[in-house]
């Protein structure tokens, strides 16, 4: 059984805060931003669920690599500024071994601040196409 690769699929959980009195803004914001990248981003899937009444919502995105998630930041920084406007990020999780380059940029305290984040490695599993 081989570890996780720069090759390897990757699943990233965000778990944000939606701004007391901004959940609108916040929706507007999520469906622009995966809209564009349903059209151009290099993710196999994105899922978004909200909580409404605790004002929290979870971000999964499932990348075929780590080289994915740098290409994802690259197109979408824009999009990514205008969530932000309207939440906090509570926690990061990275399902997989990502490469250090890549757990370097997500999980620097200057990028994520004080965010509690971690790294779980992969033991098993596949992707269908």
């Known amino acids: 059984m081989s570890r996780s690769t720069r090759h ?10 939606i701004t007391e009195g901004h ?3 916040f929706r507007v914001a999520v469906e622009r931003a995966v809209a564009f990248v349903e059209e151009h981003g290099p993710q196999l899937a994105v899922q978004v669920f909200i909580d409404d009444e605790r004002l929290v919502a979870h ?4 990348y075929p690599d780590s ?16 969530v932000m406007e309207h ?3 509570e926690r ?15 999980f620097r305290p200057d990028v994520a601040g004080d965010v509690p984040r971690r790294v779980v490695p992969r033991l098993i599993g596949f992707v269908r196409p």
């Open 87 to 89: 939440c906090s990020v």
């Open 59 to 62: 971000s999964f995105q499932l």
């Open 67 to 82: 080289a994915a998630i740098v290409e994802h930041w690259r197109l979408s920084d824009p999009y990514i500024a205008e």
């Open 92 to 106: 990061l999780e990275m399902y997989g071994e990502p490469e250090e380059d890549v757990v370097g940029d997500v």
């Open 8 to 17: 390897a699929p990757l699943l990233l959980h965000n778990s944000m805060r």
């Open 23 to 25: 959940l609108g803004e």
